[in-house]
């Protein structure tokens, strides 16, 4: 009898559901109100998700399931490194999840979308975390992870997933950090380094320098004011610690970051000066937008619910300034930098104004002096990306903000603080009700050109009035608080709310596109007919001219066409600087049909080059010129013929070739990393490959290496002795190699 009532007790006992369990729901559910039409594929998202995403990662995965690396593309710029492009993310776990979600079946774009969602729920999650180790009550992480998750920063990235992904990460690495410092235990640096290790592989080097230079500042504030009284034996302690931590995870991301470091010497990268790397700079009229992030315009996937952004020239500085956090999270990260007792908000404080001073790139006077001396800073475009590491920062702010908003009752001196700030907020209502009424009066038309345009002018007054709607309801946050000393719940629910509603409002349609991939890349006629001629010959395609496009950007990589134009952050220097005629550059680069533009019937075609030179073919002269313009200049000539004569920009180590011979050359083997040519020739020479020069190829004759010449500026030549011989050339993994034994150790 008595064992029935103990079992009784004991099944009457509640089960603990842990808070994060609560948070990924809500956030779950969010993601879906926010993102249901992509996710019931009604709408689809767009930009670099559907031009270079959807084609890269189909590369990708082809190669995997075989077991190969991609290491060569040979689809697009004639070809170029692959694997070697740190923003490809060939080596990121997460990618390799979602893949091969339908196994090895081809990929699906719902894939592609599926990566970026889940990154908002990692986004939440790794938020969650950050705050609990920052002490941070439950329910107020849930707002955290609300405005992170729907930052505008976020909403305006999910169409690239590199930026989305380091973002995600980026919180659980803090966690790590903090960890490291409070508790120094070497689980956390083992941990963390791993973390950093996947962020670096997420692929977005940019965002995941700038982390690990925040990381560095956050370190430096953390030791000065809460350990100089023990200041010796504290960095002795530590920095042997936090030097592990990041040597764990760049060793890790090692067999992905060598190969990248010895790729980038040879991409338009390797020489930038400072007017192309402030290219993208934060203008400070930008500014504006924390407050009211569409008065300049918006751009969105289908069509935009204001103006087209009319700030910058183009586009994507839209969405590359994605600085709006909502009306209320930026009061409370006001309120909570003016009065909560904290001391780390001060880091935070730092960072967010150096990250957004930043930003302003050319407009911010010392940051010339920075590109110097930072590391870099001289290597990216667009400094506005500092707004990642802003959005961080600031929502942290806003976070601690909520925190000391919601304390205990009984702490009156909070409210003192909480009425005092409502009475700046009013003050600021004032001031935007009368600017309001001068923008409705049109008092300002005559301060912006751009304003004599009534439909911008109307959005302008729009703006506006959203902005006083959620000011009004960050006041009325504020007024309620000092009547309602209880139920601190009820703050959290509705400051959740008021922002998911704000963040929702600004950037839903922004990812959205009407256009599916079936739509956008649709297997035409033109597409099977060049396939089939690819089965006879290898060649190549121009498919651009003038802005009109026979393919859209990276499509040929879908069709397994090998195009002379490309969509990559990484193309080769030397393939941009071949500044040749259009006609002499489809000779050399063994394009055989190009692009037909009929602009009487508004038509476009293909049409045979009837000059193109073919892929591989054997040469009985040379010819040395060491200076590149001279090599240049020779090919927008006709003094030479290029099926007879090769440039080098060498002297061979050779014996002397010619006279003239018989030849034949065939292809035995064609594969994107391996190519075999047969040779047959009755004198020696030089055989020549209408394939682009990289160092990381190497060459067999007969199965001895031998060397690979730069010839005709961009291709690769071969000397062949006279008689029958295999030329095998194959892409060299000795750098990824290299990498992957660091990673290993």
């Not at 492009?85 to 979308?113: G, M, R, V």
């Not at 338009?268 to 203008?283: H, M, P, W, Y």
């Not at 946050?477 to 008021?498: D, N």
């Not at 409002?505 to 009407?514: L, R």
């Amino acid at each position: 009898m008595m064992k029935k009532i103990k079992r009784q007790k004991q099944s009457t006992q509640k089960v603990f559901v842990p808070p994060l369990f609560y948070c990924l729901i809500i956030i779950s559910v969010l993601i879906f109100i926010y993102y249901y039409e992509i996710i019931l594929q009604k709408k689809f998202l767009w930009d670099d998700v559907l031009y270079q995403w959807y084609p890269l990662l189909t590369f990708t995965k082809e190669h995997l399931k075989t077991f190969r690396l991609p290491v060569w593309n040979p689809y697009v710029y004639s070809g170029v490194p692959y694997l070697n492009d740190l923003s490809i993310s060939t080596f990121y776990p997460i990618n390799w999840f979602f893949l091969f979600l339908n196994k090895s079946a081809p990929l699906q774009f719902i894939q592609i979308e599926l990566i970026a969602l889940a990154h908002l729920l990692l986004t939440a999650c790794f938020v969650y975390l950050f705050l609990k180790e920052l002490k941070i009550d439950w329910q107020t992480r849930i707002y955290g992870a609300i405005i992170m998750t729907f930052s505008g920063y976020v909403s305006l990235r999910t169409i690239q997933i590199t930026p989305i992904s380091v973002f995600a990460w980026s919180f659980l690495i803090f966690y790590f950090f903090v960890r490291i410092l409070t508790r120094g235990k070497f689980f956390d640096v083992f941990w963390g380094g791993i973390f950093l290790g996947i962020a670096i592989f997420g692929g977005h080097p940019q965002f995941w320098l700038y982390l690990i230079y925040s990381l560095i500042l956050f370190y430096i504030y953390y030791t000065i004011v809460f350990k100089r009284n023990n200041l010796k034996n504290w960095l002795l302690n530590t920095l042997i610690r936090i030097v592990i931590f990041f040597l764990i995870g760049l060793g890790i991301a090692m067999v992905q970051y060598y190969p990248s470091f010895k790729y980038v010497p040879f991409t338009v990268r390797a020489k930038t000066t400072f007017e192309q790397t402030t290219d993208g700079s934060l203008l400070p009229k930008q500014l504006l937008c924390i407050f009211l992030p569409k008065f300049f315009g918006s751009v969105a996937g289908g069509n935009t619910d204001t103006v087209p952004f009319w700030a910058a020239n183009y586009g994507h500085y839209y969405w590359e300034s994605g600085i709006y956090l909502g009306v209320l999270p930026i009061f409370l990260a006001l309120f909570g930098v003016f009065y909560s007792p904290r001391k780390i908000k001060y880091a935070f404080l730092i960072i967010s104004i150096l990250a957004l001073l930043f930003a302003l790139g050319k407009y911010f006077p010392l940051y010339k002096i920075f590109w110097y001396i930072i590391p870099g800073l001289n290597r990216f475009r667009f400094p506005v990306r500092f707004l990642s590491i802003y959005t961080i920062a600031t929502g942290i702010l806003s976070i601690l903000g909520l925190e000391y908003f919601l304390l205990d009752n009984e702490k009156v001196q909070i409210h003192v603080h909480v009425k005092k700030f409502s009475k700046y907020i009013l003050f600021l209502v004032g001031i935007n009700v009368l600017i309001y009424l001068l923008f409705l009066m049109g008092m300002f038309k005559n301060l912006n050109r751009q304003f004599s345009f009534p439909e911008i002018y109307a959005n302008s007054q729009k703006q506006f009035a959203v902005f006083l709607i959620y000011l009004l309801f960050t006041w009325l946050f504020f007024v309620l608080r000092v009547k309602i000393r209880t139920k601190t719940a009820l703050f959290v629910i509705l400051a959740s709310i008021i922002s998911f509603i704000d963040l929702y409002q600004f950037g839903n349609k922004f990812s959205k596109s009407h256009i599916s991939p079936t739509d956008h890349y649709v297997y035409s006629r033109l597409i099977i007919k060049l396939q089939q001629e690819r089965q006879k010959e290898i060649f190549r395609i121009k498919t651009r001219e003038d802005g009109y496009m026979l393919l859209k950007r990276n499509e040929s990589i879908l069709w397994k066409l090998e195009a002379i134009e490309g969509y990559t952050s990484l193309p080769l220097e030397r393939y941009l600087t071949f500044n040749v005629p259009t006609s002499k550059r489809n000779e050399i680069l063994n394009v055989k049909y190009s692009i037909n533009i009929d602009t009487i019937q508004n038509r476009i075609g293909i049409i045979v080059n009837p000059k193109y030179l073919p892929r591989a073919f054997f040469c009985y002269n040379y010819l040395v010129v060491q200076d590149d313009s001279a090599v240049l200049g020779l090919l927008r000539s006709d003094s030479i013929n290029l099926r007879q004569t090769v440039i080098l920009e060498e002297q061979p180590q050779i014996p002397t070739i010619g006279p003239f011979g018989d030849d034949s050359v065939s292809i035995q083997n064609w594969q994107n990393d391996y190519i075999q040519v047969h040779v047959k020739t009755t004198a020696p020479g030089f055989l020549v490959l209408s394939e682009i020069f990289y160092p990381e190829w190497c060459a067999k004759i007969d199965g001895q290496p031998t060397k690979i010449y730069c010839a005709d500026y961009l291709l690769r030549a071969v000397y062949v002795p006279e008689g029958e011989h295999t030329i095998e050339m194959y892409y060299s993994k000795r750098n990824i190699t290299i990498g992957a034994l660091i990673s290993l150790i």
